[in-house]
């Protein structure tokens, strides 16, 4: 039922910043009840937790390597979550994915298409 989109993603130098968006496409109540998250895939790789956030904005949460460079947001009357990046690095190299996200694990059941971020240096 809920459908997810990930945008935002690109190419980009070692330094630079990027936005991405997610849009909770058909958003339940359910869905609601959960934090909402930020993960990412880098090829060979299992997908990892990034970031989480409340749809209210409390309560940000972020994997170490993260902290300091990226932050989580909401726009609860849109039904967006944006994760803005900066001073990004080549290991932040991956697919990103939202969903919604207990702690740090995804609970949506479902997975967006995702949007590909790559740094070059």
């Known amino acids: 039922q809920v459908q997810l989109v990930e945008s935002g993603g690109g190419l980009v130098q070692a330094g630079g910043s990027l936005r991405l968006s997610c849009l909770v496409s058909?958003?339940?109540?359910?869905?609601?009840?959960?934090?909402m998250g930020w993960f990412r895939q880098a090829p060979g790789k299992e997908r990892e937790f990034v970031a989480a956030?409340?749809?209210?904005?409390?309560?940000?949460n972020y994997e170490d390597s993260v902290k300091g460079r990226f932050t989580i947001s909401t726009d609860n009357a849109k039904n967006t979550v944006y994760l803005q990046m900066n001073s990004l690095k080549p290991e932040d190299t991956a697919a990103y994915y939202c969903?919604?996200?207990?702690?740090?694990?995804?609970?949506?059941?479902?997975w967006g298409q995702g949007t590909q971020v790559t740094v070059f240096s």
């Open positions: 969903n919604a996200v207990d702690r740090t694990t995804p609970t949506g059941g479902s």
């Open positions: 956030i409340r749809w209210s904005g409390g309560s940000p």
């Open positions: 058909g958003r339940t109540f359910a869905f609601s009840r959960y934090s």
